[in-house]
């Protein structure tokens, strides 16, 4: 689940989130329309302020930076496959 999700299904607004991590909110906005990723730090509070589990949110956090680097290549897919191949050797 996405965090804007998370976010909306529990009803808050961008504002309260804004005031809870301490950053403007348009960042938030940012977020949202995923121009903008939080910071891992702000993960842990997120985590604790909507009681999920931490790991959940870095898988997704870390999963949307992957997309975000490999989507804008040709070969992402293929690059994924052998990192994928690099790190089960390991």
Known sequence: MKLNELRKMNGYEQRKIAALLEIDTSYISKTDSVDKQFSRDHLKTLATFYKVPEKELI???????????????????????????????K
């Open 59 to 89: 898988t997704l956090w870390v999963a949307h930076k992957i997309t975000r680097l490999v989507d804008k290549e040709k070969i992402g897919k293929e690059a994924i496959v052998l990192a994928l191949k690099e790190i089960e050797n």
